[in-house]
């Protein structure tokens, strides 16, 4: 099991918004980083900071933390867009990291 | 513009030593970053393994501490990995990634994260 909670799957049809949550008490304390990875690739950091967004990453990205709760926001999802998600964040003690499970983003 | 690279054997024998290196190139291991592993196993989710900081100390996943060592060679500007005993389940994608630690004052939070990652090396553990 995982400190941090994501939902399996999400899935919707180009041009639709998407929202990724996750799930943790670490939440709390700790920011939340989001990354996407493409089959074969690396994670790439698409929001850091909870909300903020790194040079690169489209607007249609964005993200929030309303307490234990981190969402990602996908506005007017692009068939690119489909990929696995993860959350990120330090544990509670701040002596590990944390990663949620994972969610596979399906764009129909 | 920062680049990670892994290298190693990309096969290990079952009760052997797993070890990996991370060269980086337009930074350097000095700097005021953690350095950190994380794997993927087949089909799965994204695992810490645990970091080395610039100053040389370390900080290690509990479920793998017993097993895991990491060290740096300043002179060459890399990182490595030691696993030992290793079994089947140790099979995965190996990352290298530069990362930072701290709290944020202005937002009063913790903050821990990894902005640049190598590609990634796939092991794995069979006879």
């Known amino acids: 099991s995982y400190e941090l909670t994501q939902p399996p799957s999400v899935a919707v049809s180009p041009g639709q918004t998407a929202r990724i949550t996750c799930s943790g008490d670490?939440?709390?304390?700790?920011?939340g980083y989001w990354y996407h990875q493409k089959a074969g690739q690396a994670p790439v950091v698409v929001i850091f900071k909870d909300s903020e967004r790194p040079s690169g990453i489209p607007e249609r990205f964005s993200g929030s933390n309303s307490g234990t709760t981190a969402t990602l926001t996908i506005s007017g999802v692009q068939a690119e867009d489909e990929a696995d998600y993860y959350c990120q964040s330090g544990d509670s003690t701040g002596t590990s990291v944390l990663f949620g499970g994972g969610t596979k983003l399906t764009v129909l | 513009q920062v680049q990670l690279q892994e290298s190693g054997p990309g096969l290990v024998k079952p009760s052997e030593t797993l070890s990996l290196t991370c060269s980086v190139s337009?930074?350097?291991?000095?700097?005021?970053?953690?350095w950190s592993w994380i794997r993927q196993p087949p089909g799965k989710g994204l695992e810490w393994i645990g970091y080395i900081y610039y100053s040389g100390s370390t900080n290690y996943n509990p479920s793998l501490k017993s097993r895991v060592t990491t060290s740096m060679d300043t002179s060459k500007n890399q990182f490595s990995l030691k696993l030992t005993s290793v079994t089947a389940a140790d099979t995965a994608v190996y990352y290298c990634?530069?990362?930072?630690?701290?709290?944020?004052?202005?937002?009063?939070?913790?903050?821990?994260?990894?902005?640049?990652w190598g590609k990634g090396t796939t092991v794995t553990v069979s006879s």
């Open positions: 990634a530069r990362g930072g630690r701290g709290y944020d004052p202005s937002g009063g939070k913790f903050y821990y994260y990894m902005d640049v």
């Open positions: 670490a939440l709390a304390k700790q920011y």
């Open positions: 337009g930074d350097s291991i000095n700097n005021n970053y953690y």
